[in-house]
């Protein structure tokens, strides 16, 4: 049985910074890409950064320089570091590869 679980999630306030994680069992991270999405409140869910096989990572332009999505084969897991975060960063965050996806995690960036 495949499960991804998101944690890391938050309150933070502009400007701050989270470290968001996806750990998976029942598959392995490194044979297949997986990708960070979010949905906000009243929008669609979309892609924020992935990461492929080989290591390549591609970001939206509205988080590219402020976000980093990186894997770590040992712990299996997938993470987004995320700093000089924004109050539209808001959002619950899901992790995601092939057809499984994670329940997600809430960020709220507010002061």
């Known amino acids: 049985q495949v499960q991804l679980l998101e944690s890391g999630g938050g309150l933070v306030q502009p400007g701050g910074s989270l470290r968001l994680s996806c750990a998976a069992s029942g598959i392995i991270f490194s044979t297949s890409a997986v990708g960070w999405y979010r949905q906000a409140p009243g929008k669609q869910r979309e892609a924020v950064a992935v990461?492929?096989?080989?290591?390549?990572?591609n970001y939206i332009n509205s988080v590219k320089g402020r976000f980093t999505i990186s894997r770590d084969n040992v712990k299996n897991t997938v993470y987004l570091q995320m700093n000089s975060l924004k109050p539209e960063d808001t959002a619950v965050y899901y992790c995601?590869?092939?057809?499984?996806w994670g329940k997600g995690t809430l960020v709220t960036v507010s002061s």
């Open positions: 990461i492929t096989i080989g290591g390549s990572t």
């Open positions: 995601q590869t092939k057809t499984y």
